[in-house]
């Protein structure tokens, strides 16, 4: 089985800064895509990053140029350390990883369990 285990939200004022972390285990044979979803409520789930193998990381315009992704490949985790923080980045933050249990070549979607963030104005 596997599992994506998720820790870091919490509470912060606005222009405050918190990171969030990722670690997969499990049966892995690879993982193809790691990154973070984002759903506030009332709203859909929705990309806040992430990282494809080999390629350059991509951001959704709302978090430009205050969130960054890393990727530790050897360990299979994921962190997103955001800064200056504005109230409506509060949701719940969801890690997700694309990955294969074998060398079939077929992956699958999995997801953590959620962390919450809350931004205070």
């Known amino acids: 089985q596997v599992q994506l285990e998720e820790s870091g939200g919490g509470l912060v004022q606005a222009g405050g800064s918190l990171r969030l972390s990722c670690a997969a285990s499990?049966?892995?044979?690879?993982?193809?895509?790691m990154g973070w979803y984002r759903q506030a409520p009332g709203a859909q789930r929705e990309l806040v990053a992430r990282i494809v193998s080999g390629r350059m990381p991509n951001y959704a315009d709302s978090v430009k140029g205050r969130f960054t992704i890393s990727r530790d490949n050897a360990a299979n985790t994921v962190a997103l350390q955001m800064n200056s923080l504005k109230p409506e980045d509060t949701a719940i933050y969801y890690c997700n990883a694309e990955l294969s249990k074998d060398d079939s070549g077929r992956y699958y979607s999995y997801w953590g369990q959620g962390t919450q963030v809350t931004v205070s104005s």
């Open positions: 499990g049966r892995i044979f690879s993982i193809n895509v």
